[in-house]
């Protein structure tokens, strides 16, 4: 994964520095009276929750403000207006039958290109469950990115190594003797795993290999790579996960 983490760590700096920059500004307004700049409605835009720490919907432009909702990372909303209130810019939004106010920084505007390095970056800092969803927010509504294969190549990557630790928890919370004692097949109970349902939810789809009772990622990522992006640097290695893959659905029981 070292040169898609590499790519990707670029574009976060980038990103960084460009953050750094509106940082410093927020700090020289914060310095003189607090001020609140009318709110502009805009045309109506599709907003996505990426750090869901900051999703709390207000009744006002305010961290002070009621809090009427707090939204789940993933959750899709519509941008009404947009007003800046001491450096902080908020978004009015409609989520359902609910409207309020968020802090921007809780959102991307899906497909727009000056928005990818804000998740890019929030992807390089994550770790764990929370770096996979947050890449597939990325692949789902960025789909015309320029880093598209470079994004599916790390998905992919992220969970082969999930089904590693996945296979060693389902052998450790399953019971044999129970399993034994079933008229289902083991492999049954390993494939409805509840600890694959968040996964699914993704669009991730495991394999099992019953006679090394452990999971492996089914490629479809690498698969796309192949299809769309043949001449890509990614597209070698994702033919060698490929290729991996079908070695490690073949492996006979240790």
């Known amino acids: 994964m070292g040169r898609v983490f590499l790519r990707f760590l670029m574009l976060c700096f980038l ?11 927020r700090q020289h307004r914060r310095q003189s009276k607090k001020k609140e700049e009318p709110s502009q409605v805009i045309r109506q835009k599709t907003l996505v929750v990426i750090d869901e720490r900051l999703s ?3 009744d006002a432009p305010s961290p002070y403000a009621f809090p009427i909702q707090r939204m789940r990372r993933g959750r899709v909303v519509v941008l009404k207006a947009v007003q800046n209130v001491d450096g902080v810019k908020y978004y009015q939004i409609q989520a359902g039958n609910i409207s309020g106010w968020v802090q921007s920084d809780a959102f991307v505007i899906a497909g727009e290109k000056s928005e990818e390095m804000r998740l ?24 015309n990115s320029d880093l598209r294969s470079a ?24 019971d044999q003797v ?10 049954s109970f390993y494939l409805n795993y509840s600890g694959l349902d968040r996964y699914r939810r993704l669009g991730a789809v495991f394999l099992f290999n019953p006679k090394t009772k452990s999971y492996h990622y089914d490629g479809q990522a690498w698969k796309e790579i192949l299809d769309k992006y043949p001449n890509s640097q990614e597209a070698k290695e994702a033919k060698q996960r490929m290729e991996a893959l079908k070695q490690k659905m073949e492996q006979p029981e240790n």
Not at 133 to 142: G, I, P, Y
Not at 157 to 173: C, G, P, V, W
Request: net charge positive.
């Open 56 to 58: 709390v919907i207000r």
């Open 120 to 143: 890019l970056r929030l992807i390089q800092g994550s770790k764990g469950f929370d770096k996979i969803e947050r890449v597939a927010l990325f692949l789902k509504h960025f789909p």
């Open 15 to 25: 990103a960084g520095c460009l953050l750094a920059d509106g940082y410093s500004q």
């Open 178 to 187: 129970e399993m034994r004692s079933s008229s289902a097949r083991i492999e």
């Open 151 to 174: 994004a599916l190549l790390l998905f992919g990557d992220l969970l082969e190594e999930a089904a590693e630790n996945l296979s060693k928890e389902a052998s450790r919370r399953l």
